[in-house]
């Protein structure tokens, strides 16, 4: 696998949603997602697109700059989940850009901000 296949894949999804053909939910992120680190998960959005249960979310987590020192960081991740969305079968976490204008484009239309508003907006 190239990361030039999933850029073009997350580039896709982006797209996807914008548009309104994908369409995702937020879920209670699984604690099976957590175990055996000490990483926070705090929100989860999933989607089902063309046979594959997709998420997208935050992973919060320490990182460490002495032994005893540390700072709380974050990453976007994107994956793919199995079929009863509990586990993470693949993930990419990386620090590449495209994953936080995905993250930021997921947020956005799972919570309806346009018709929000819109509805605001109105007179």
């Known amino acids: 696998m190239t990361d030039d296949?999933?850029?073009?894949l997350?580039?896709?999804?982006?797209?996807?949603?914008v548009l309104g053909k994908i369409e995702w939910e937020v879920l209670e992120p699984p604690k099976?997602?957590?175990?055996?680190t000490e990483d926070i998960i705090p929100l989860l959005y999933a989607a089902w697109y063309k046979e594959k249960n997709l998420a997208v979310f935050l992973r919060r987590f320490k990182?460490?700059?002495?032994?005893?020192?540390?700072?709380?960081?974050?990453?976007t991740c994107f994956a793919f989940l199995n079929s009863s969305r509990n586990k993470i079968i693949w993930e990419v976490s990386d620090?590449?850009?495209?994953?936080?204008?995905l993250?930021?484009?997921v947020s956005e239309k799972a919570?309806?901000?346009?018709?929000?508003?819109?509805?605001?907006?109105?007179d």
């Open 95 to 101: 620090r590449r850009p495209i994953l936080n204008d």
């Open 103 to 105: 993250f930021a484009t």
């Open 111 to 122: 919570a309806g901000i346009d018709s929000i508003l819109d509805q605001l907006l109105d």
């Open 5 to 8: 296949k999933v850029s073009s």
């Open 63 to 75: 990182y460490y700059t002495d032994e005893d020192e540390y700072h709380w960081d974050e990453k």
């Open 10 to 17: 997350i580039t896709k999804i982006i797209q996807r949603t």
């Open 32 to 36: 099976y997602f957590e175990d055996g």
